[in-house]
């Protein structure tokens, strides 16, 4: 299992979307998708999770929900799953 940290623009970005009013069903599927995440689990094919290119390729990219994605890293070596932010594409790249 990997210990979970969430970087500033996460925090951030998770704090815009509880405020705007972002359904329960979204905010239990962002928390499942992080269970998975954390027990190192492969996510669904749904999710579209991939590599991320030039500057970003040490991230991973997965899509919770149509356009809210979630970027991560996994640190195989300290065991640490760090959430690097989430949001919809444009809010994002």
Do not use: W
């Not at 705007?20 to 689990?41: F, H, N, P, Y």
Request: include cysteine; charge should be positive.
């Amino acid at each position: 299992m990997y210990a979970i940290r969430r970087s500033k623009d996460f925090e951030i970005s998770i704090q815009r979307l509880k405020h705007s009013g972002i359904k329960i069903s979204i905010r239990k599927k962002i928390e499942q998708t992080i269970d998975l995440l954390a027990l190192g689990q492969k996510l669904p094919l749904s999710y579209k999770d991939h590599s991320l290119n030039g500057e970003l390729s040490k991230y991973r990219e997965c899509h919770i929900k149509g356009d809210l994605l979630l970027i991560y890293k996994i640190e195989k070596k300290n065991l640490i799953l760090m959430l690097v932010d989430i949001g919809s594409h444009s809010q994002l790249f």
